[in-house]
Nanobody, 124 residues
């Protein structure tokens, strides 16, 4: 089970940190991702961190502004979002996939578990 939090309303140029807490004892064996969905749009990939914690991936639209990290001791994955833009406004979801070498980390269907989403609104 995944529980996302940390969303809110922020002005353009501001920052937010999203958290996603997971239950279960096998958290460290899962790759984790953040996706977002704006009204009327499909859910899109934002960032992912592999089960080993060494590899991270980002959508081009957030590269250099967002940072994904994980704390296996706390069973939590984070998304630090800086220099936020109005186009970052969306509902943000965390997701977990069993760690495997050929994981297509950018695809929604690769992830087995999803959090409930947390709303991020960036005003101009």
């Amino acid at each position: 089970q995944l529980q996302a939090s940390g969303g809110g309303l922020v002005q353009a140029g501001g920052s937010l940190r999203l958290s996603c807490a997971a239950s279960g004892r096998t958290f460290s064996s899962y790759s984790l991702g953040w996706f977002r969905q704006a009204p009327g749009k499909e859910r899109e990939f934002v960032a992912a961190i592999m089960w080993n914690g060494y590899s991270t991936y980002y959508a081009d639209s957030v590269k250099g502004r967002f940072t994904i990290s994980r704390d296996n001791a706390q069973n939590t994955v984070y998304l630090q979002m800086n220099s936020l833009k109005p186009e970052d406004t969306a509902n943000y979801y965390c997701a977990a996939a069993p760690g495997r070498i050929n994981l297509r980390w950018y695809l929604v269907q690769e992830y087995d578990y999803w959090g409930q989403g947390t709303q991020v609104t960036v005003s101009s």
